[in-house]
């Protein structure tokens, strides 16, 4: 049987409304709910239907990987179908989440990746999987052997490229501000590598909020990140305007995680005093906000997302 649903107080629904990592796709809210049930079937449907679109595939068992009860149903369908390599990749990410909260070893997380990957050697999603694992417990080798993994497979993997550059973000911190960082080089070099029409054009503002955050929580940079002058300098804001620039032409309006990108970018505007710009963008994300970067670097994430989009509009 599934562990019984968490209390469902007032505030815990308030932020789920506010932060669903299932954006806008409806199908997965739909295969999540179903899954909460024990009715993987509809899990199943939902990943086939997916096929070889690995952005979507990987954000999709992602967030349902996410769910406490994930891991019990993923179990009862790798049972029913032993062979299956969507139920082993879902399985094996489970409990890649179950390690980054302490509760399974993480060795045994990593042959349980490396026997979804064998299932499906060309899926770039196990090896997603092993990459969210280290870059939250391995060591630097590690991380760059995996993310080569993936980036084997699909070449602009865009939660894999986001991982990375949070993870680099993070090193050398004690140096303070340093605008020749390397997590500006790699978002620089993966967004002139990838296709015209990715949405890794938007990496090097990834990057900028990152490394602001890293920064903010060692004392670097002020907490508040419109009083900061991270975004004000002439190299940022020209990052800044190359970035909306290519929004402004970008057509591919049904990349599973573009909504993730609107929302750092909607921040990067934001903080650099761009309202007109900003609300351009707060109408395209309407109600999907996301926590990161609106909680960098320890804020109220829903209250800061609220507050910019009404100074943003105008309503305040």
């Known amino acids: 049987m599934p562990p019984p649903p968490p209390p469902l107080g007032r505030a815990r629904k308030r932020a789920a409304q506010a932060f669903d990592e299932a954006l806008d796709d409806a199908e997965l809210v739909a295969a999540r709910a179903a899954l909460a049930q024990g009715r993987w079937q509809n899990t199943r449907s939902l990943l086939v239907q997916t096929g070889e679109d690995w952005d979507r595939r990987g954000h999709r068992i992602t967030v349902l990987a996410r769910e406490s009860y994930c891991a019990a149903w993923a179990g009862e369908w790798l049972l029913a179908e032993p062979d299956s390599a969507d139920a082993s990749v879902l399985l094996a990410l489970a409990r890649v989440r179950r390690a980054m909260r302490g509760k399974e070893k993480p060795p045994r997380v990593r042959d349980a990746c490396r026997r979804a990957a064998e299932l499906r050697p060309a899926d770039p999603t196990p090896w997603l999987g092993l990459l969210l694992l280290e870059c939250s417990l391995g060591a630097e080798g590690d991380v760059v052997r995996v ?58 503002v990834i990057a900028h909020a990152e490394r602001y955050r890293t920064l903010a929580a060692a004392g670097h940079e002020p907490a ?17 305007k190359a970035a909306f620039d290519w929004w402004l032409e970008w057509e591919h309006e049904d990349h599973p995680r573009r909504l993730i ?19 351009a963008l707060f109408h395209r994300i309407g109600d999907h906000a996301t926590p990161a970067p609106w909680s960098y670097p320890d804020r109220d994430p829903l209250a800061a997302f609220r507050t910019a989009r009404a100074t943003a509009l105008g309503t305040v």
Request: proline share 6%; net charge negative.
């Open 147 to 204: 993310f080569e993994q993936v980036r084997t497979r699909h070449a602009d993997h865009h939660h894999a490229h986001h991982l990375v550059v949070a993870w680099l973000a993070e090193r050398r911190v004690e140096a303070g501000p340093d605008p020749l960082h390397e997590v500006y080089d790699f978002a620089n070099w993966a967004a002139e590598q990838a296709p015209a029409d990715s949405p890794l054009a938007i990496l090097p």
């Open 224 to 240: 508040d990140p419109v009083a900061s002058g991270h975004w004000v300098g002439r190299r940022a804001r020209q990052v800044m």
């Open 261 to 279: 990108d609107l929302n750092f970018l909607a921040h990067a505007k934001i903080c650099e005093g761009r309202g007109a710009e900003a609300a």
